[in-house]
């Protein structure tokens, strides 16, 4: 697969995706898992370009660097926190994953340069509060920005190929234990020493906690009959 725009190579591995996410479905509640069969990867296109602002009221000076999504013309900050790490540039070779499971989709850009540049300078006049002459841009340019892609039930599940960052996973709800699920747990759990001991710390102390309310309670019901009597 050919890119002649600049890209970030893909530094997370199918594999490590999968378990990523798997985690982060485990600690929402779920048994279910995906697999590689389940995942895909998308090569998507942003504009990115620095900008300068100088708000005349004030005299001062704001630049900073923006990037729209090549194909919904809509402004994403957090491939900027990408360029911390890593850095897009042209190479020979994209490191595709080796397994023909992988099904790979390079989108095509849909936004051209000039309606880029109309809706950011939008953006920035609208959250810096000047008029577009104070706005100008600069260095503008395509990267590619990989990322792996799967649907856990009715949901989108969107992982970056880079960091590893997942998105969308608040989108799924936590899964509310039944009682059921819950006693599977506990027999689960005592199949560990650990975690037996932890269950008879648990009960003793429980039952500690139980004798000494009663005893609290016999104590003020004792106090309070003897104040009837005097």
């Known amino acids: 697969m050919e890119i002649k725009d600049k890209f970030f190579q893909i530094e997370l591995t199918e594999q ?6 798997n985690e982060k479905l485990k600690a929402k509640g779920y048994k279910q898992t995906i697999t590689l069969e389940d995942l895909y990867l998308t090569i998507t296109p942003y504009w990115v370009c620095f900008y300068d602002i100088l708000k005349n009221t004030e005299f001062e000076h704001i630049s900073g660097q923006i990037t729209i999504n090549a194909i ?14 890593s850095k897009p540039k042209v190479h020979e070779h994209v490191n595709l994953p080796r397994t023909q499971k992988i099904k790979i989709l390079l989108k095509e850009s849909i936004i051209s340069q000039e309606e880029a540049e109309k809706t950011i300078i939008k953006h920035l006049i609208h959250g810096y509060q000047v008029d577009e002459d104070s706005v100008s841009l600069s260095g503008m340019e395509k990267i590619f920005v990989p990322a792996w892609k ?10 970056d190929a880079i960091v590893g960052e997942v998105n969308d996973i608040d989108n799924i709800p936590t899964l509310k234990k039944t009682q059921s699920m819950l006693f599977n747990e506990m027999l689960g759990d005592l199949k560990s020493p650990k975690k037996i001991g932890t269950y008879i710390f ?6 500690f906690e139980a004798i000494y309310w009663v005893l609290k309670m016999i ?10 009597r005097v």
Request: proline share 0%; hydrophobic share 40%.
């Open 150 to 159: 799967t649907k856990f039930k009715k949901y989108k599940v969107k992982i």
């Open 72 to 85: 919904n013309n809509n402004i994403n900050e957090k491939v900027i926190d990408l360029f911390k790490l």
């Open 219 to 228: 104590v003020k019901i004792g106090r309070a009959s003897c104040r009837e």
């Open 202 to 207: 648990e009960a003793i102390k429980s039952i």
């Open 16 to 21: 490590k995706a999968v378990k990523i996410i």
